[in-house]
């Protein structure tokens, strides 16, 4: 297995509803990515997770909840999201910190 | 702070006429540079890694280079189904660890058939 996989590859949600985002790798990666992309816009850093610990946080505002359960498994838990937030998330790993491989991604659409 | 430039921002080709890509780049100390594929929708696909100047990598009609100040992605006889955006990504040790790459705005490429 080579891939990064993310569900769902579409949401949409309200204003007031919680959701989740999830993402595997079953590469060994040691690290795990979440970045967001707007349209047009390159992808921008969320958080990093090195050895199933938080240890980057761009500043994400507190309705972006990251959780790393285990090593293969990346979640982003979504709470009082606002139209803006609305963008492509996706998930990376990575075998050293250096390169990093991305999913496909999910796309989320805040009404 | 990383800086990545890219340029053009789009470029139209037709079938067959080879062209570059280029990527301006400052960082504190280069741990890698990349090149990325993205389809309108879709992740970005990796296709290179470049960690040295004069480092040169090979797939298929792409090429990439790399010098101390800049990346160009070699575009040889182009097809439709190469049409995507092309972005340039940099990883320096001004993180300390494993972090996040900068990215350039990436080039948007049209192959017209």
């Known amino acids: 297995d080579t891939e990064v996989t993310q569900t769902p590859k579409h949401l949409v949600m309200g204003m007031t509803n919680k959701k989740s985002l999830k993402c595997e790798q079953h590469m060994g990666h040691r690290a795990m990515y979440w970045y967001k992309q707007k349209a047009k816009k390159p992808p921008e850093l969320m958080f990093v997770y090195s050895y199933e610990k938080l240890s980057i946080n761009e500043s994400v505002p507190s309705r972006f909840s990251p959780e790393c359960p285990n090593s293969s498994l990346l979640n982003l838990h979504l709470h009082a999201l606002q139209p803006e937030d609305s963008a492509l998330y996706l998930c990376?790993?990575?075998?050293?910190?250096?390169?990093?491989?991305f999913g496909p991604g999910t796309r989320l659409t805040v009404l | 702070e990383d800086q990545v430039t890219q340029s053009p921002e789009a470029l139209r080709l037709q079938e067959g006429e080879s062209s570059s890509l280029n990527c301006s780049y400052t960082?504190?100390?280069?741990?890698?540079l990349f090149w990325y594929r993205q389809d309108p929708g879709k992740g970005p696909e990796f296709l290179f890694t470049?960690?040295?100047a004069g480092e040169e990598k090979e797939k298929e009609r792409l090429k990439a280079t790399l010098t101390k100040k800049e990346s160009f992605l070699h575009i040889t006889a182009p097809k439709p189904e190469d049409s995507a955006t092309y972005l340039c990504?940099?990883?320096?040790?001004?993180?300390?660890?494993?972090?996040?790459?900068?990215f350039g705005k990436g080039t948007h490429l049209i192959i017209q058939p």
């Open positions: 470049l960690y040295s």
């Open positions: 990504a940099v990883h320096s040790y001004s993180g300390g660890g494993a972090d996040g790459l900068t």
């Open positions: 960082v504190s100390g280069l741990r890698g």
């Open positions: 990376a790993s990575s075998p050293t910190g250096n390169e990093q491989f």
